[in-house]
Nanobody, 124 residues
């Protein structure tokens, strides 16, 4: 069993920055890819970023590329999302998710464990 707990959300001004964290329990964290997804108000869940098990490979949605950075600390069983130059359209509930394999991808159905989500609101 894996438990994922996100933290770090809140209200941020447009153009500002914030960092999300996702603490994972269980022994499999360091062997699998992880990802961040988000669900804007009234919209479906969408892919944000993924990182391979070692952290050597990352992949981003076009909408966040160059502004967000995904990283992980396997010694701490923690996933991060550094968010810069925030826009109002980044307002969403952000979820971390665990992949079943080591490499990661953008498809939500490939992820078998999800956190409860953390709200990020960007105010203009």
């Amino acid at each position: 069993q894996v438990r994922l707990v996100e933290s770090g959300g809140g209200v941020v001004q447009a153009g500002g920055s914030t960092r999300l964290s996702c603490a994972a329990s269980g022994r499999t964290f360091s062997n699998v890819a992880m990802a961040w997804f988000r669900q804007p108000p009234g919209k479906e869940c969408e892919f944000v970023a993924t990182i391979s098990w070692s952290g050597s490979t990352t992949y981003y949605a076009d909408s966040v590329k160059g502004r967000f950075t995904i990283s992980r600390d396997n010694a701490k069983n923690t996933l991060y999302l550094e968010m810069n130059s925030l826009k109002s359209e980044d307002t969403a509930v952000y979820y971390c998710a665990k992949d079943g394999g080591p490499l990661g991808n953008r498809y939500d159905y490939e992820y078998d464990y999800w956190g409860q989500g953390t709200q990020v609101t960007v105010s203009s």
